[in-house]
């Protein structure tokens, strides 16, 4: 295995491949979680803040209680644990929330059709159970069972998703890893486009109301300039910007909060469904998507890895972290 060089020493650990390092002066606090029951369920290191898995059940009292709650959704601290680095319900795009998974465009049983993106219609992600839940000095992680509702409000699909967590001094991981099976179907056939499906990650509303002339994306060739955005055009087979926008190993989006500068790193395990087709927001999404036939015998099964830093990265920086993230002979930028 590759390690990772950063800019202090520690101790190390191992997590799901890649190298991470304890430091010596908070060797005495650990990873806990703390339920807010019925509403989310909080990761902290010690008292600093990590995440938070938002799972409050769907609420179909009024239109408004129904958007706050039709899925789960991760919440994203900084790696200080001082500023939260995600958005939820509301400002723009209320279907944003966190890291997030879904499509606009599915097909199942008998021709159904449903939108587990923005939930419209009787659409929706719920919350099910808490199939795992760990935590230790090193690393902690969470796995539950999320259950995707069609286009009558009945469940077509079960989603084991699992949320691992480490820390370094100034850089927070977390992998995401999914696997979706049928209900009651025999196939799911899921599509959308780049910036209404897949796994994504949407930015803190301040990025958009105050920050997005700021927000630049780094990517395999380089550094991008402010406001400057790359998106597959599903519009348009033949755009030249669609060979740059298929299949990245990773893309990066540095952005302001708070008046501090964040970079989330966004790996794309070679093994995840291909082609994926990339998506870029300067107001803070980002995040890729892929057509997909999910049945039985052939789950759907996915894996990222996010990095979170405060202030900025390299290209360099970003390869060694995606070679980590993936078996040494993958040999990709």
Known sequence: MKMISFRWLGTFAILSGFSIIVAT??????????????????????????????????????????????KPYLHVFSPDGRRLLTKGPGGLYSHHRGIFFGFNKITYGDGLMCDTWHCRGRAYQIHEAIAAKAA?????????????????????????RSMEFALTADELYI?????????????????????????QF???????DAA????????????????????WNHKNA????????????WNAMSFV????????????????????RSSERDYGRFGSYFVADVTAREPLDVRYRYV?????????????LRRAFVSKTDSGP
């Open 25 to 70: 002066d908070v060797s005495a606090a650990v990873f806990h979680w703390v339920d807010q029951p019925g509403r989310y369920l909080s990761l902290r290191f010690g008292e600093r803040p990590v995440a938070r898995y938002m799972y409050q059940p769907i609420d179909v009292s009024s239109p408004g209680a129904r958007e706050a709650t039709y």
């Open 136 to 160: 230790g000095d090193s690393s902690a992680k969470l796995v539950v069972t999320i259950h995707w509702h069609g286009a009558h409000g009945e469940p077509f699909a079960s989603e084991r």
């Open 175 to 199: 992998d995401v890893v999914s696997q979706l099976n049928p209900i009651n179907v025999d196939k799911i056939h899921l599509d959308g486009d780049p910036q209404h499906a897949g796994v």
């Open 202 to 208: 949407r930015a803190s509303q301040q990025v958009a």
């Open 212 to 231: 997005r002339e700021q927000t630049y994306f780094l990517r395999t060739d380089g550094k991008g300039q402010p406001g400057e955005t790359r998106n």
């Open 238 to 249: 033949g755009d030249p910007v669609n060979e740059q926008c298929t299949n990245r190993p």
């Open 257 to 276: 909060v708070d008046s501090h500068r964040y970079t989330v790193l966004y790996i794309d395990h070679p093994q995840n469904p291909k082609p994926a």
């Open 308 to 320: 979170v830093r405060k202030g900025e990265m390299s290209v360099e920086e970003c390869r060694q």
